[in-house]
């Protein structure tokens, strides 16, 4: 787990929409997996000014890891989840079972660099991160959609975490966002397919991130109600209503097939996918 290049610019691009990081929480330590001059130049399109001295300290007072960058950028208090002390975490906990409840409800920001997608009982693991936001709080997530099959047990679909992030579930959606890993790549904004009636796809030769920040604003039981895929949720509730209605009602139509390979759309649909700048 750790930052790279993307992962960095996600943090500060956080940060500039005034989140709150004094007391933080990561699931594993994350590692700073970018060099110096990238990482004073990420600083510095975020408009930090840091000096080389501070800019090295960064990298040689926690052994590459991220805790110093945290600090710098206004955490007071970093803690650290893992199932094993091969890192040095700050708590040893396994995320496919139940946080215990004295880490619930504690933290201004929780982040995954990259932990759940290695979490087999992802369902729980989701849970507990969403547990430990404080109300007003944060939950950032960075994990991995297309093109990343081996690097651990799931590659994830915006769609996916549209429907764990709503208000049923206490949370709201800040941002969600795709991009391709190389430094430098497009950002893209992605639009919720329940909003649009249709399946948002991708089909790109890179591999992808998948990136979220959702803000806590209820404390209520998270999966009360399972999550279900907006289209067949849509269908279903077309069905409950054409079974109550006193006349006959034509069969739904099954999801819109989307033609995955079509030559005249660009690959990031424009119906799907709004390109930012997220750099202030």
Not at 191 to 220: G, S, W
Request: net charge negative.
């Amino acid at each position: 787990m750790g930052l790279d290049h993307n992962g960095v610019k996600f943090i500060l691009y956080a940060k500039s929409l005034g989140l709150d990081f004094s007391e933080m929480a990561t699931i594993g330590r994350q590692y700073l997996y970018i060099n110096q001059p990238d990482l004073e130049h990420v600083f510095s399109k975020f408009n930090y000014r840091i000096n080389r001295e501070q800019l090295e300290l960064i990298f040689r007072e926690n052994s590459g890891y991220s805790e110093a960058f945290f600090r710098y950028i206004g955490a007071d208090n970093i803690y650290s989840f893992d199932c094993s002390n091969y890192e040095n975490a700050t708590y040893l906990h396994d995320m496919n079972c139940i946080i215990p409840e004295c880490y619930q409800d504690k933290y201004d920001t929780v982040i995954d660099g990259g932990a759940l997608e290695h979490i087999f009982n992802f369902p729980v693991a989701i849970k507990n991160c969403m547990e430990m936001v404080k109300i007003g709080g944060h939950y950032l997530g960075m994990t991995i959609g297309n093109n990343f099959m081996g690097h651990g047990f799931y590659q994830f679909s915006p769609e996916l975490l549209f429907r764990i992030f709503t208000k049923e579930n206490g949370y709201e959606i800040v941002n969600l966002l795709v991009m391709e890993t190389a430094p430098g790549s497009q950002w893209f904004s992605v639009k919720d397919p329940n909003e649009l009636k249709e399946r948002v796809t991708l089909v790109n030769q890179a591999p992808l991130y998948v990136f979220v920040i959702a803000k806590k604003v209820a404390a209520v039981e998270i999966f009360k109600n399972v999550p279900q895929q907006s289209d067949y949720a849509t269908i279903w509730q077309e069905e409950t209503l054409k079974e109550a209605a006193p006349v006959e009602i034509a069969t739904p139509q099954s999801p819109k097939k989307v033609s995955l390979f079509s030559e005249d759309k660009p690959m990031f649909d424009p119906k799907f996918f709004t390109k930012i700048n997220p750099e202030p």
